[in-house]
């Protein structure tokens, strides 16, 4: 299963995807705003992990977009960003988020929101 | 007292000094067009009289424009220290959390090395120590997520004191419209990070509360369909 990583920052996709090997999934692209995500995404991408506040294009804008593409419109799509209050997470529910990872996580929480997504990656 | 009240007051002391200006020059150059006649004396109070008014009335209203810079500027001042004090917190965390996880990983890297050494080796216990091992280096590495964060500490850090220096700039040239701008940096310009790239919000701490808020309004709103 391909996962699409987008982050401005280096750090943070390197410890996302080191973290998506340890639970088997070896498959991945990155990407370091949404505008580079766009260009980069296709069918092959199954599962979509992002940030919030990156240069050019939001994680939230990012989205928005890709709901709007006919191969990206039910693709699973987990937020990980250091917004924590209310607002923001409402804002990213409503921009199409799945669901969401408050920074910084532990691996523990990354596995148990992409199981929880898995059924709907795989559909 | 927000940003746009302090512009305002500024806006409201500079039009008033403005005013004083004008009405000094008319003052000069009504004297200027009357005929010449002689100075007197009787003229003089009502002409301090107004004066004094007029100086009044700035008097207050930099005393307005002086509340309202220390009061936004103290604020301000006080969320970048505390986010600066936060960045230190967090910066002497993961390093101790980082040599705490190589201190545990060398112990490991001992005790495999004592069961390679041993006329039978233990192979389910070294499986297991590397395991662990596996882990501890695993958390080193999620301990280096306190960078990201820090990063959006320090770029809100940066946003404030170019507001601040914008500010300080204003009232500078609110007292003297000579002055170029940029008096403060030596006419260099100081561009704050894209206020998009970072939330000024962003810490370290207390990750599973904000966890568990998250978590709590996604299960009470409905999820969009996947």
Redesign the interface.
């Known amino acids: 299963m391909k996962f699409l990583v987008v ?3 280096a ?2 996709r ?2 996302v995807i ?2 998506l090997q ?1 639970i088997g999934f070896n498959d991945t692209v990155e990407a370091a705003d949404g505008q580079e995500a766009l260009a980069k995404f296709d069918s092959t991408v199954k599962f979509v992990i992002t940030d ?4 050019n294009m ?1 994680g939230t804008e990012f989205t928005k977009v890709l709901r709007s593409r006919p191969d990206g419109a ?1 693709v ?1 799509v987990l937020m990980v ?6 607002e923001d ?2 804002t990213a ?1 409503e921009a ?12 523990a ?1 990354l596995k148990e929101k992409i199981d929880a ?1 898995l059924p ?2 795989a ?1 | 007292m927000s940003s746009p009240r302090a512009h305002e007051v500024l806006y409201e002391s500079e039009a008033t000094l403005r005013l004083v200006d004008s009405q000094l020059s008319e003052l000069r150059h009504s004297a200027a067009a009357e005929p010449p006649r002689q100075p007197g004396l009787a003229d003089l109070p009502g002409i301090l009289e107004r004066a004094n008014t007029q100086i009044l009335d700035v008097l207050s209203r930099l005393r307005q424009t002086r509340v309202a810079m220390q009061s936004s500027a103290l604020d301000k001042i006080q969320t970048t220290h505390d986010k600066l004090k936060e960045v230190t917190t967090a910066t002497e965390d993961a390093a101790i959390n980082i040599m705490d996880a190589c201190d545990r990983a060398t112990q490991m890297v001992d005790v495999l090395d004592a069961i390679d050494a041993a006329p039978a080796p233990d192979k389910a216990k070294a499986a297991e120590v590397r395991g662990t091992l596996r882990d501890e280096i ?1 958390m080193m ?2 301990a ?6 820090t ?2 500490q320090l770029s809100h850090a940066s946003a404030v004191l170019v507001e601040m220096e914008r500010r300080l700039d204003d009232v500078t040239r609110l007292f003297d419209t000579n002055i170029e701008a940029g008096i403060f940096t030596g006419g260099r310009e100081y561009n704050a990070s ?1 206020s ?4 000024p ?4 701490q207390n ?1 599973e509360g ?2 568990a ?3 709590e ?2 299960t009470a ?1 409905k ?4």
């Not at chain 1, 960003?81 to 209310?86: E, F, G, I, M, P």
């Not at chain 1, 199409?96 to 691996?107: C, Q, S």
Request: cysteine-free; charged content about 15%; glycine content about 2%.
């Open positions: 982050d401005d920052s750090t943070m390197r410890i080191n973290s340890r919030w506040n990156m240069p939001s039910h699973p960003t250091a917004r924590s209050v209310k997470i409402l529910m199409g988020v799945n669901n969401y990872i408050v920074k910084p996580f532990t691996p929480v997504l709907a990656a559909a | 695993f590495m999620g280096l997520q306190f960078q990201d964060i990063t959006q894209d998009q790239t970072y939330d919000n962003a810490t370290t990750a904000r966890q808020l998250a978590d309004i996604f709103v999820q969009p369909a996947a």
